[in-house]
């Protein structure tokens, strides 16, 4: 089993930063991927990021050059550094750890942009 706590949520004004990070323990295999993902109100669950062991990074376009994803492997820890928030932005963000076909969640944290 895998377990995965967040951190790092909140309130913060359109154009402020936060970083969230995602701490995972238990039986975490080399070869994982860890992300991250976002659900507004009345929307599906989306992707925002993932990065693999060896660094390789994926950002979707709507917050290229906004967000970085970045891990530390000796942690097992996943960050999400945001920056230039926006209103749309707010959503629960999940952590997500995929181990070949397995797939494991966090618990989610709140992030909310206000205008």
């Known amino acids: 089993q895998v377990q995965l706590v967040e951190s790092g949520g909140g309130l913060v004004q359109a154009g402020g930063s936060l970083r969230l990070s995602c701490a995972a323990s238990g039986r975490i295999f080399p070869f994982n991927v860890m992300g991250w993902y976002r659900q507004a109100p009345g929307k599906q669950r989306e992707l925002v990021a993932s990065i693999s062991r060896g660094g390789r990074a994926n950002t979707v376009d709507s917050v290229k050059g906004r967000f970085t994803i970045a891990r530390d492997n000796t942690q097992n820890t996943v960050y999400l550094q945001m920056d230039s928030l926006k209103p749309e932005d707010t959503a629960v963000y999940y952590c997500?750890?995929?181990?070949?076909?397995?797939?494991?969640w966090g618990q989610g944290t709140q992030v909310t942009v206000s205008s």
């Open positions: 997500n750890v995929a181990i070949g076909s397995f797939s494991y």
